[in-house]
């Protein structure tokens, strides 16, 4: 079964309005959890990587301030979209895993209206 | 910095025969992991097969098998008896171990279409 859960699966929300992901380590403890943002018929780029209990790690390019992580416990890390607008649109999706292969969740769709 | 070439954006297979997709990997580190991700349309990444850098053995996971050469650093992916459910993207990605367990994240190449021919 799903060792990484990330709800919800679809999200359709309107410019200008935020909006939050979860993603949760069904069995396991995650210090780390690590999300990627996928455009259509493209490769999984890493945004950041959550660390629990300390601030998020963000790769070049991605501003800290539209993409909110919080990983506030070891079994959950939020991603928020703030301030959504069209062009945010795009396939979320979270990892979790220690030194094993990393297990995803099933990923976010993001529309913004 | 590591590097994951996939050159083949596109495959197509008769059913129960074999395929073989490419990878080609960069990296200065000298431990590292490789894997392949299966992703169907409905979006969830599905982990097929790992191999370290220092196994002897190519790796082997009921269908799938891994091509590890190292010296060409290749790691391809050889799915035997291809099914229908096999049409999918499919991943190739690499992590970087030399610093041991403080870094997990891993680096995809842009992927292999695979279409399954009846």
């Known amino acids: 079964g799903a060792v990484v859960s990330q709800h919800p699966s679809r999200v359709i929300c309107k410019s200008g309005t935020s909006v939050k992901i979860e993603c949760r380590s069904l069995?396991?403890?995650?210090?780390?959890m690590f999300w990627y943002r996928q455009f259509p018929k493209q490769s999984l780029m890493l945004m950041a990587t959550s660390n629990e209990g300390s601030k998020a790690t963000y790769e070049q390019g991605v501003e800290k301030d539209k993409f909110l992580i919080n990983h506030a416990s070891l079994t959950l890390s939020t991603l928020t979209v703030t301030s959504a607008h069209p062009e945010d649109s795009s396939f979320y999706i979270c990892?979790?895993?220690?030194?094993?292969?990393?297990?995803f969740g099933n990923g976010t769709r993001l529309t913004v209206t | 910095a590591q590097k994951i070439t996939q050159t083949q954006p596109g495959m197509f297979v008769q059913e129960k025969e074999a395929v073989t997709l490419d990878c080609t990997y960069d990296t200065s580190d000298q431990s590292y992991g490789l894997f392949w991700y299966k992703q169907p349309s409905s979006g969830e990444m599905i982990f097929l097969i790992y191999?370290?850098?220092?196994?002897?053995q190519n790796a082997t996971e009921g269908r799938y098998s891994l091509n590890f050469q190292k010296a060409r650093k290749s790691a391809n992916l050889v799915i035997s008896a291809s099914q229908l459910g096999d049409s999918a993207m499919y991943f190739c990605?690499?992590?970087?171990?030399?610093?041991?367990?403080?870094?997990?994240?891993?680096?995809f190449g842009k992927g292999t279409k695979l279409s399954v021919i009846p």
């Open positions: 069995d396991f403890q995650a210090t780390t």
């Open positions: 990605a690499m992590r970087g171990e030399d610093s041991g367990a403080g870094s997990y994240q891993l680096t």
């Open positions: 990892s979790a895993g220690g030194f094993s292969p990393l297990h």
């Open positions: 191999q370290g850098s220092y196994d002897e």
